[in-house]
């Protein structure tokens, strides 16, 4: 029989309404007519224009005129091919240029799913038997474009979770890239997004075993002059330019709500999306504490695994996962290092989970095969909702299986503390199904998870309802524990 779930009357629903001011380009003809329009208009008719502009659109976003004055940067070619000098613009042009060339993009229009959820570091003024957490989710706009999103909430004694309101703004985050490249694993994930031998040769010979983009990009501009009639070749280096903003460095403003922050997809690699990340809360050796999300970035063709790492929330460092192990969905990173080891969850082959011991965060090889879809229920494929559970009998894994009519379901798993490659038990039956209640939205049938937690003798399960919204789930920990030690294959 399955075990008893509650199921809680919270659900965090999609906001069409929250909105992030995206640049937009139509191609340099285009830019260029735009720009040309604009440059003859007189002063009184740029004012006209940009004044009520500015009064309404700043009530929608924190700083706008930033925002376009970004935006007309980036169109400063497009004003000197139109005859003009960015330099020697007044300030209300500029902002009209930039304002041509951004749109509105709701970033939470379609579907608002997959949560994960850790602790948030801030647990000050609470009552005894209370949390705060920190909720990640996945968000989805137009195109089915997937982006990182927050909130937060507090789960009070009795495991009662109040989400709190987002705040009024949403903010994309300053970009940064990093300073300095490691050329053996720049090649290697290059190799993996099959990159062509003429390049990763030129790469080879001309990089120093560190480099900056700098450098990188020195090296790609001489290689597209020596190849400029060669369309695949000049394709093949822009994959390595969009490569090299997989590493970055991404920091919010101290001002801003952790619901403000959105991490969109900033790199070509990712321009499909960001899916599903799973939150860890990391212990080192030495007790401090890092929190790391494995994630899926998508450009519509190539899957990359990624890796952000934040120590509060407001500075995130990204960079890409290699390796052999590193190439398909559902990786998830124990919370400390066993035997020595940094160890991860994979769905290597896209069926069955696995494990991978490493010496280092970003390089995964050598995967072990964990877990096989045994029941009815799991016989499409299995994978995990999230990072493993420390409890006193073992790791508490929760997972997620695909059988008949490719209903998504959740289960659990527990493996031994010491040598995760044993499991102690799984559960028969599914732990959560979808109920008639859940089961429609933007892909039915699909309960899905990023991540969970325990609390006051409860695990807290936060769920996607079929790619729409989110809820939660609680089961009794000792019953849940229980029916895994009893239930060894």
Not at 12 to 35: H, L, M, S
Not at 88 to 113: C, N, P, R, V
Request: aromatic share 10%.
């Amino acid at each position: 029989m399955r075990l008893s779930i509650e199921r809680k009357p919270v659900k965090v629903y999609p906001d069409p309404k929250r909105v992030i001011a995206r640049f937009f380009y139509n191609g340099d003809e285009r830019a260029q007519t735009v720009v040309r329009h604009v440059l003859a208009l007189n002063k009184a008719q740029i004012f006209g224009l940009i004044s009520p502009l500015l009064q309404e659109f700043s009530k929608r976003h924190r700083n706008i005129t930033k925002i376009l004055m970004r935006h007309c940067k980036r169109v400063k070619s497009a004003i000197v091919a139109a005859g003009s000098d960015f330099d020697q613009l007044d300030d209300y042009t500029k902002l009209l240029i930039g304002s041509y060339f951004t749109h509105e993009y709701s970033i939470e229009s379609a579907a608002f799913f997959n949560p994960s959820i850790i602790a948030d570091p801030d647990q000050s003024e609470l009552e005894e038997g209370m949390l705060r957490v920190i909720l990640s989710f996945r968000a989805v706009g137009e195109g089915h474009i997937s982006s990182l999103v927050f909130r937060r909430a507090l789960i009070n004694r009795h495991n009662d979770i109040t989400v709190l309101p987002s705040g009024n703004y949403v903010d994309e985050a300053d970009t940064i890239r990093n300073a300095v490249y490691d050329k053996k694993l720049f090649l290697r994930k290059a190799t993996d997004a099959n990159v062509c031998e003429v390049i990763l040769r030129e790469m080879e010979d001309k990089l120093e075993e560190r480099f900056e983009y700098a450098n990188l990009r020195e090296v790609i501009v001489a290689f597209r002059e020596r190849y400029a009639e060669d369309e695949k070749l000049l394709k093949e280096s822009n994959l390595i330019l969009a490569l090299s903003d997989s590493y970055r460095e991404i920091i919010f403003s101290k001002d801003t709500d952790i619901s403000d922050r959105v991490i969109f997809p900033i790199s070509e690699f990712e321009r499909k999306g960001i899916e599903d990340a799973r939150f860890v809360r990391f212990e080192k050796e030495n007790g401090g504490v890092t929190y790391y999300a494995t994630y899926t970035a998508f450009d519509g063709e190539h899957i990359m695994p990624k890796l952000l790492k934040t120590k509060d929330f407001y500075s995130f460092k990204v960079s890409p996962l290699h390796g052999l192990g590193a190439k398909n969905k559902n990786m998830a990173l124990f919370p400390r290092k066993i035997n020595g080891k940094y160890v991860m969850m994979s769905r290597y082959d896209g069926v069955s989970n696995y494990l991978m011991y490493s010496d280092k965060l970003n390089v995964w090889e050598n995967p072990i095969k964990l877990q096989d879809p045994i029941e009815p229920w799991e016989f499409v494929q299995m994978g995990n909702c999230g990072s493993p559970i420390e409890t006193d009998d073992g790791w508490l894994i929760i997972t997620h299986a695909v059988g008949p009519m490719r209903r998504y379901c959740i289960g659990a798993a527990l493996l031994d503390k010491e040598n995760p490659e044993k499991e102690i038990g799984r559960l028969k039956e599914p732990l959560i199904i979808p109920n008639p209640d859940e089961r429609e939205g933007y892909v039915p049938n699909v309960l899905y998870s990023c991540g969970s937690i325990i609390n006051n003798g409860e695990l807290i399960v936060p769920y996607g309802l079929s790619d729409h919204s989110s809820s939660f789930a609680t089961v009794t920990l000792k019953m849940l524990l229980s029916k895994l030690t009893a239930s060894e294959h």
